[in-house]
């Protein structure tokens, strides 16, 4: 679980995760936007997906997503980081971490 800010980045390698943020919460499966719901249904929607992964699977639930919700929640995360600004330096240390990997790699 995590904002809408830094949850898509908590979420890449979870199985299942939530990203709430501006009274929405951003479904995550295995990193990818499936879902958008409302602030209030979102433990509901939470553990209704969690059933449906178990049932079935993530390649299913992958299939399923709402194709346009990756797009709402990086439109989502940009305003709001306009609005509040990247307090995390995301930019910053995605750029340090890519220095480390290119200097491991050499």
Do not use: W, Y
């Not at 709001?80 to 750029?95: I, K, P």
């Amino acid at each position: 679980m995590g904002c809408i800010v830094n949850g898509p980045g908590e979420a890449r390698e979870a199985d299942i995760g939530i990203a709430a943020g501006r009274g929405k919460g951003h479904l995550f499966i295995k990193g990818q936007v499936v879902r958008v719901v409302p602030e209030d249904e979102m433990v509901d929607a939470l553990i209704d997906e969690a059933h449906r992964l178990l049932e079935e699977g993530v390649e299913a639930r992958l299939a399923a997503a709402d194709v346009s919700a990756a797009d709402l929640a990086t439109e989502e995360r940009i305003e709001l980081v306009e609005l509040q600004g990247d307090a995390n330096r995301a930019v910053e240390r995605r750029a340090a971490v890519a220095e480390i990997v290119a200097g491991d790699e050499g």
